[in-house]
Each structure stands twice: as structure tokens, then as C-alpha cells.
């Protein structure tokens, strides 16, 4: 899976939810970004910028994560998910990317 099908995935269900106030980005390093601007009803985009929460993971974690292989708080607990900023936003993202 790459960036432009997780990013399209990532459209499709989250731009349909409301909007939930902050700015998130995913920072898969040399493989790009993933911005939501949940003040900007959950908009989507691969613009790197500044947002309240930086999640940093490898994109094929991020895609393990996301096929149910990889746990979320595992990922965290073993330093393959990485948080800058506010963590109460990263939790918010259950609700919304899922």
C-alpha cells in the first residue's frame, strides 16, 4: 500500500466525519505526510506543515496498523509510533480514522 492509497482511504472516511477541531499530521519520513485539518472539516491533504499533534511512524507500520497486525498503544509502548504535541489529540484519532 502506498502514500496515495492511504491518503485516499484516509479522505474518504475521514472528510465525511465532522470536523474535530485540530490539526494532525502522520510523518512517515522520507515517504511523506498526511495532514488533517480537523478545523477545516477533516480536511486531507500530503502538505507537510505545522499541526497540534506529529504522529511519526514507518509507513509500513503505519499499514500494519492499519490491517489490524500492529496495536496501536504496541506500536507506541515499543518507539515505532512517535507523538509530538498534544496526546489527548492523538487519541481523538479512534473515533475519527476509524
Known amino acids: 500500500m502506498d502514500l496515495a492509497t492511504i491518503t ?3 479522505k474518504e472516511r475521514v472528510e465525511a466525519k465532522p470536523a474535530f477541531g485540530n490539526t494532525v499530521k502522520f510523518d512517515f519520513g522520507d ?4 495532514h488533517i485539518d480537523g478545523k477545516n472539516n477533516n480536511h486531507v491533504t500530503n502538505t507537510d506543515g505545522p499541526a497540534d499533534c506529529t504522529l511519526k511512524i514507518a509507513l509500513s507500520d503505519f499499514v500494519d496498523m492499519v490491517e ?3 496495536n496501536g498503544m504496541n506500536a507506541f509502548m515499543s518507539g515505532k509510533l512517535k507523538v509530538d504535541g498534544d496526546m489527548s ?5 479512534q473515533s ?3
Open 8 to 10: 485516499a482511504g484516509m
Open 31 to 34: 515517504a511523506g505526510t498526511i
Open 68 to 70: 489490524g497486525r500492529l
Open 89 to 93: 489529540i492523538a487519541m481523538k484519532l
Open 96 to 98: 475519527i480514522i476509524g
